[in-house]
Each structure stands twice: as C-alpha cells, then as structure tokens.
C-alpha cells in the first residue's frame, strides 16, 4: 500500500497556481527576499500573495520598511497584468485556488459516505438562498415584517396616544395648577413638552415589533443568507453581498449603520456604502411614514411604508452603481462570507436587543426631542408674548425658506419648520408638527374633574381592547385575504392625521414623504460620515441628498398634477 502524498516527509505543502500567477509571484518574491527586514518578519512567497490579494495594510508595511518603489510598481504591473486574463477579482482567483488544494488533500485523506443525509440548515437555503426563489422570498418576508409593523402594533400605539393625549395631560396640568406653576411654565409643558415627546413616543410599539423582526432575523441566521442572496443583486450595482449587512443596519440607526462599513476592508467600498446607508430608511423615520400613510392611505398604509423602504433601497443601490462607476472605478469588491448555521432564537437575546433599543428611544425622546421641542417653543413664542405662530421667530424663518418647497407642493412655513427640526432627528418633523398644528388637548376642565380611580378603569378597558384588537390584527396578518372582522374603528386621537389632511393633498404628501426618505436622516449621520471618510465627503453627502429629495419631491408632485392627479 502507498503512503498518502500528505504524510511523505519529502513533500512540501504548496499551493501551486497558474504559470501566469506563478510568474508574477516569482518577480514580486525575489524583490521582497532583499529586504533582511522582511525575511525576519514574513515569508516572502505568503507575502507576495498577500500584495496581489490587494492587502493595503501590509503594502504599507512593506513600502515603509523597504523604501524601494519598484516593490510598488511591479505590484501595480503583476495585478493589472493578472486582471486582464481574469474575468473574477484577483482575491477570488486566488482563493478558488487555495480551496481547490484542499479539495484534494480532503480526497487523499478523508472517506467520506456516498449517501450523505442533507442537514435541516441545507434543506432550508435550498429554498431561502434558490437563486430564482431567493429574493422573492426575501422581499415577501421583509413586506411581512412591515405589515407587522403598521397594522399589529397600531392599538397599541393609538392606546398610548390617548394616555399621553389623554389622562396623562389632565393629571399633569392639575399637578401645575395646585402647584400654582405660572403661566408660562404651563404652556410650555401643555404646547411644547406633552406633544412633541408624546407625539414620539407612541411610535414605540411599532419599533418595538420592527426591533424584534431585526433580532430574529440576525439570531435565526438568516441574516447572512439575505447578504448572501442579495450578493448576486448587488454585484449589478458594482457592489458584494458583504455591503448589504450595513445596510441591513441602516433600517435601524443609520448612525451605526456608517460605523458598520468599517467591516468592509476596502476603504473606497467603505465610501460607496457608507454614502449609500443615509438613503436607507432608519426607524426616525417610520412615525412619519406611518402617521402620513394612515392620514392619507389608511387602508394601504403597509403597501406605502414597504414601497418608500423599497424606494430607499433602490436609490442606494443607484448612488452605489454611479459612485462605483465614477468614482471608484476598476474597484474590484469581492464577498467571503462563512454561512452560519440555522439556530432558534433564545427568549432572552431577543428580550434583551429589543429592550436596549427601545430604551435608547425613550432615552431619545428625554433628551434630544424634549430639548429640541423647548426650544421650538420658545422660538413660537418669541417675540415674547407673539400670540401668531407666523409672526414668531420660527414663523418668519421657516416662511423665508418655504417657497424653496413651493414647487413640490408643501410650501408652508409649518412644514418648513418641520423639516428643520427633522435635521436634528427625523422624528421631530412628527412632533414640531403636533406642536404646530395643535395637537395638545386643551386645558382640562377642573371644575368636574374624573377621580384618579375612573382614569385608571378607563385606562384599562381600553388596554384590554387594544390587546383584543392587536390579536384579530395578528391573526389577519397571517391570514391574508381573509376577512375574519369587522373593519376597525378610527384612531383614538386623529387630531393631528385630520389636520394634515386638510393641509396636504394625497399627491403633496407622496412628494413630502420622497423628500423625508432621501434627505440627510440627521446631524449625526453627517458627523458620523465625516468622522469616517473625512468632512470632504459628508459635505458632498449633504449636497447630493439635498439635491435628490428636493428633486425627487418636485418631480413626483409636478409629474402627478401633469397627468391629472392631486
């Protein structure tokens, strides 16, 4: 019996690549065995691998150790040399190589049984990761969570609106008064304070659901596989699966979305994908998908969210192909990605993510849109004692810049002054608007007051029957074109969603929510984008979303009213 090839001691392991790659190997090889520096710190042949694989960092090294250029310039020959007779990255060739080696060592050493069982993780991406079925199934899943999103959690959000609206105000404004709070302190905190946080927080049961679909998908492991399915997709728009996992991340906060990119070992395809993350639309702002979609779309508000979150995508993906394509062309951005296996999701991980995020929101919403709702007040009331919202500070600056929005149909100075509160978070555009528009209950009457006791009753029966309603919602979701009840009651308090549909017409709301999808999400994705790539590209990031959802809103409402619409 003959000894294995891989147990002969007289045998090195090698991996042997095409003569073309061997030669170049050679060149690049004999140049770095001049350097002792080197030969003390790495193998020459695993370097120069490393050079044609395209390793910046090692390159550095080299060149800083060296001082010799023609290190440099043979690189730059040996891999434009290779590329021209590879259609694949040089990275990907070489790889295809390594893993041939090991194929064939496999065979020689290992016996492996003809009629190997397929595990449940194979038999599930035969389906998920199908090349024909596979991103049907990931847009279906993704339309799903959405419908999830608008429609499940609805009672529970109207149910927060009225205790925020409702009780929670009355109890507030009757703390004030016993406490003989002056006038002012009252106003600001029944005008500025209880709408424009509460007009926030009861978005949380819908990024509660949106927190947790993102969990499963990520503890499940599908989250791999939807890179992996949208690889094929992607590379169409100069771009690799890998990119899709930050984007992925953008659907929640497109501040750790940028942060993200830096998993990407290329930096201009850090560039390109932390550009593209900004048109991804982050949790801020859904409250204003949501509440526009069921002012405007009660009825097809799921299929208005899903399709801006699908336009989002589509517009990255653009920017991405036009950046590759300009900017960084001959930019090879290859994707090796290790497919974990199928796994249930544990109670506790999915418990924990969703309650982190939904803390860090509330936290939001103490901090960010408590301050910022001070002083959009203020300004509404300075001059002091202005009576006229438009006279007041924010009225005259918001009415300088409105005509700018009078060519997409909202040129209010109301939503004007939303749009620049939505600059430091997007969710302030919902709340400067409940401000604005007076979405604050009145004063509570003292005189006849409920007890504490006849709240807390109502409180519950409503509880009660959003829990019953967020079921026969669950379950119609399951359900799709069963009509197993009665149609739903309206909001508890559409006050604000009613005024809007007095200000806007449906097609000037389209326009509005393309201009709040593609615009800057906020200052901190900018600062986020400079402190990553530098202010040169998060000025240039700033002009071109500025650019495009101004352009975008004025050719959806202008091209709507050619062909009649309004």
Same mark, same amino acid.
């Not at 517009?315 to 249930?344: D, K, N």
């Not at 309603?469 to 069963?482: H, M, N, S």
């Given at each position: 019996?003959?000894?294995?090839? /891989? &147990?002969? +001691?007289?045998?090195?392991?090698? %991996?042997?690549?095409?003569?073309?790659?061997?030669?170049?190997?050679?060149?690049?090889?004999?140049?770095?065995?001049?350097?002792?520096?080197?030969?003390?710190?790495?193998?020459? *042949?695993?370097?120069?691998?490393?050079?044609?694989?395209?390793?910046?960092?090692?390159?550095?090294?080299?060149?800083?150790?060296?001082?010799?250029?023609?290190?440099?310039?043979?690189?730059?020959?040996?891999?434009?040399?290779?590329?021209?007779?590879?259609?694949?990255?040089?990275?990907?060739?070489?790889?295809?190589?390594?893993?041939?080696?090991?194929?064939?060592?496999?065979?020689?050493?290992?016996?492996?049984?003809?009629?190997?069982?397929?595990?449940?993780?194979? *038999?599930?991406?035969?389906?998920?990761?199908?090349?024909?079925?596979?991103?049907?199934?990931?847009?279906?899943?993704?339309?799903?969570?959405?419908?999830?999103?608008?429609?499940?959690?609805? +009672?529970?959000?109207?149910?927060?609106?009225?205790?925020?609206?409702?009780?929670?105000?009355?109890?507030?404004?009757? /703390?004030? $008064?016993?406490?003989?709070?002056?006038?002012?302190?009252?106003?600001?905190?029944?005008?500025?304070?209880?709408?424009?946080?509460?007009?926030?927080?009861?978005?949380?049961?819908?990024?509660?659901?949106?927190?947790?679909? #993102?969990?499963?998908?990520?503890?499940?492991?599908?989250?791999?596989?939807?890179?992996?399915?949208?690889?094929?997709?992607?590379?169409?728009?100069?771009? $690799?699966?890998?990119?899709?996992?930050?984007?992925?991340?953008?659907?929640?906060?497109? %501040?750790?979305?940028?942060?993200?990119?830096?998993?990407?070992?290329? *930096?201009?395809?850090?560039?390109?994908?932390?550009?593209?993350?900004?048109?991804?639309?982050?949790?801020?702002?859904?409250?204003?998908?949501?509440?526009?979609?069921?002012?405007?779309?009660?009825? $097809?508000?799921? &299929?208005?969210?899903?399709?801006?979150?699908?336009?989002?995508?589509?517009?990255?993906?653009?920017?991405?192909?036009?950046?590759?394509?300009?900017?960084?062309?001959?930019?090879?951005?290859?994707?090796?990605?290790?497919?974990?296996?199928? $796994?249930?999701?544990?109670? *506790?991980?999915?418990?924990?993510?969703?309650?982190?995020?939904?803390?860090?929101?509330?936290?939001?919403?103490?901090?960010?849109?408590?301050?910022?709702?001070?002083?959009?007040?203020?300004?509404?009331?300075?001059?002091?004692?202005?009576?006229?919202?438009?006279?007041?500070?924010?009225?005259?600056?918001?009415?300088?810049?409105?005509? %700018?929005?009078?060519?997409?149909?909202?040129?209010?100075?109301?939503?004007?002054?939303?749009?620049?509160?939505?600059?430091?978070?997007?969710?302030?555009?919902?709340?400067?608007?409940?401000?604005?528009?007076?979405?604050?209950?009145?004063?509570?009457?003292?005189?006849?007051?409920?007890?504490?006791?006849?709240?807390?009753?109502?409180?519950?029966?409503?509880?009660?029957?959003?829990?019953?309603?967020?079921?026969?919602? #669950?379950?119609?979701?399951?359900?799709?074109? /069963?009509?197993?009840?009665?149609?739903?009651?309206?909001?508890?308090?559409?006050?604000?969603?009613?005024?809007?549909?007095?200000?806007?017409? +449906?097609?000037?709301?389209?326009?509005?929510?393309?201009?709040?999808?593609?615009?800057?999400?906020?200052?901190?994705?900018?600062?986020?984008?400079?402190?990553?790539?530098?202010?040169?590209?998060?000025?240039?990031?700033?002009?071109?979303?500025?650019? &495009?959802?101004?352009?975008?809103?004025?050719?959806?409402?202008?091209?709507?009213?050619?062909?009649?619409?309004?």
């Amino acid at each position: 019996m003959s000894t294995p090839a /891989l &147990l002969r +001691p007289q045998t090195a392991l090698r %991996v042997e690549y095409s003569p073309e790659i061997e030669t170049e190997l050679g060149h690049l090889t004999l140049l770095l065995e001049q350097s002792q520096a080197l030969l003390a710190l790495y193998p020459p *042949r695993w370097l120069a691998i490393q050079l044609l694989e395209g390793d910046e960092l090692l390159l550095a090294e080299v060149l800083a150790t060296t001082q010799n250029s023609e290190i440099s310039q043979t690189l730059q020959k040996s891999r434009a040399k290779l590329q021209e007779q590879y259609s694949d990255a040089l990275e990907v060739v070489l790889a295809d190589y390594r893993y041939s080696f090991v194929q064939s060592l496999v065979k020689e050493v290992l016996t492996r049984k003809h009629n190997q069982s397929l595990t449940t993780s194979d *038999r599930i991406d035969k389906i998920v990761t199908n090349r024909y079925f596979g991103i049907p199934f990931f847009l279906i899943l993704i339309y799903f969570i959405f419908n999830l999103v608008q429609n499940v959690s609805a +009672p529970f959000s109207d149910w927060l609106d009225f205790v925020l609206h409702g009780p929670l105000t009355k109890w507030v404004m009757v /703390l004030l $008064h016993l406490g003989q709070a002056p006038a002012w302190l009252v106003a600001l905190v029944r005008d500025g304070v209880l709408p424009g946080v509460g007009g926030v927080l009861i978005f949380l049961p819908s990024l509660a659901i949106l927190y947790l679909a #993102l969990a499963l998908l990520e503890e499940t492991g599908y989250m791999a596989r939807a890179a992996f399915v949208m690889d094929q997709t992607m590379n169409l728009f100069g771009l $690799h699966g890998k990119a899709f996992l930050p984007l992925i991340l953008g659907f929640g906060c497109n %501040v750790s979305a940028v942060y993200a990119t830096r998993t990407i070992e290329s *930096r201009p395809a850090r560039i390109v994908v932390g550009l593209m993350v900004p048109f991804i639309s982050c949790s801020a702002r859904l409250p204003v998908y949501i509440v526009f979609g069921m002012a405007f779309f009660p009825h $097809h508000a799921d &299929l208005i969210i899903f399709g801006l979150y699908l336009f989002g995508v589509v517009i990255a993906c653009a920017v991405g192909l036009t950046l590759s394509q300009l900017t960084f062309r001959g930019e090879q951005m290859t994707m090796v990605m290790e497919m974990p296996a199928y $796994h249930m999701p544990t109670l *506790r991980n999915l418990t924990t993510y969703v309650w982190q995020n939904c803390v860090q929101f509330t936290r939001n919403a103490g901090t960010v849109v408590l301050a910022t709702s001070i002083v959009l007040w203020l300004f509404l009331n300075l001059p002091w004692g202005t009576q006229n919202p438009r006279e007041s500070l924010y009225g005259q600056v918001s009415a300088t810049i409105a005509p %700018v929005f009078e060519p997409a149909g909202f040129g209010r100075w109301e939503v004007t002054g939303a749009l620049l509160s939505g600059f430091i978070d997007k969710k302030m555009i919902i709340s400067s608007l409940a401000q604005l528009y007076g979405n604050a209950l009145p004063a509570p009457e003292l005189s006849q007051p409920t007890t504490l006791a006849q709240d807390l009753t109502q409180l519950g029966e409503k509880f009660g029957a959003a829990t019953l309603e967020t079921g026969k919602q #669950l379950l119609a979701t399951f359900t799709p074109g /069963l009509n197993l009840f009665a149609a739903s009651a309206e909001p508890t308090n559409p006050t604000l969603r009613t005024k809007l549909s007095q200000v806007f017409s +449906p097609l000037a709301a389209i326009a509005f929510l393309g201009f709040t999808l593609l615009c800057t999400p906020c200052i901190a994705t900018l600062a986020a984008q400079a402190q990553e790539y530098g202010w040169r590209w998060a000025i240039f990031a700033f002009g071109l979303h500025a650019f &495009l959802s101004w352009s975008v809103a004025v050719a959806i409402y202008q091209g709507g009213r050619l062909f009649g619409l309004s």
